[in-house]
């Protein structure tokens, strides 16, 4: 079966927060979380809705789609970078590695994704996650 992600936080389930207007198109990146770690999954249709979440509990991950409904993804995770740094975020984009590179420098945006990110790269994130900041594995 392979490893099982967990937060950091004694052992309780990632808290993942989906950022994305189309719900559809993180679902297969939601499977493969559900799949390879305990996670407890939030969906935020909006940009607001989302750092809403992060406003009001503890929450590991948030996955930004281009796609939310009041800002682009990019200023959510300039947002999180600024408001709350200490919460992993990674970021659809279409744009070229070096372009992504450019324009998330900085925001601690741990990796980008594709346009529809499947359940490989969920455990892709879990894995950097791991390595990054030494995410316990059950």
């Not at 249709?45 to 281009?66: H, K, M, P, V």
């Not at 990674?90 to 990796?111: K, P, Y």
């Not at 791991?130 to 995410?135: I, L, N, Y």
Request: charged share 25%; hydrophobic share 45%; net charge negative.
């Amino acid at each position: 079966m392979g490893k099982r992600y967990t937060s950091i936080h004694d052992n309780d389930p990632l808290r993942v927060v989906l950022a994305s207007r189309l719900s559809d198109r993180m679902a297969d990146f939601k499977k493969g979380l559900a799949a390879h770690a305990e996670v407890e999954i939030f969906q935020a249709d909006s940009g607001e809705e989302a750092l809403q979440f992060l406003a009001d509990q503890r929450i590991d991950l948030i996955a930004i789609d281009q796609a939310v409904t009041d800002m682009g993804g990019l200023e959510v995770a300039k947002t999180v970078a600024q408001f709350h740094p200490f919460v992993s975020s990674v970021l659809v984009s279409d744009a070229s590695e070096a372009d992504f590179h450019e324009q998330t420098e900085g925001l601690g945006v741990l990796m980008r994704l594709p346009e529809a990110p499947d359940e490989s790269v969920a455990l892709k994130v879990l894995q950097h996650m791991e390595k990054a900041f030494a995410a316990k594995v059950c």
